[in-house]
């Protein structure tokens, strides 16, 4: 049996491990796509993303279309 304890619990995380799903099915995402996607406060989405950021597990890029846009990728 797999020993569960040694997952790392910055990935496996219920919250981050359905961003890094999310994001390996297509790249990029919108902030406000994977809001939607999730259904997550915008406050609990960015704690994740900037987590997943800090970790150098997923890129982030700002651009300025109409607005500011925010988008997420694996970094590998």
């Not at 406000?32 to 259904?39: F, G, P, S, T």
């Not at 989405?45 to 597990?57: E, N, S």
């Not at 890129?59 to 590998?76: F, G, H, M, N």
């Amino acid at each position: 049996m797999p020993d569960f304890d040694k997952l790392d619990k910055a990935i496996h995380e219920k919250g981050r491990l359905s961003i890094m799903t999310l994001l390996a099915t297509r790249m990029p995402w919108s902030f406000q796509d994977l809001k939607a996607e999730l259904n997550m406060s915008d406050g609990n989405l960015i704690t994740h993303l900037r987590t997943l950021h800090k970790l150098g597990l997923v890129a982030v890029t700002k651009e300025i279309r109409d607005r500011p846009q925010t988008s997420y990728a694996l970094t590998a």
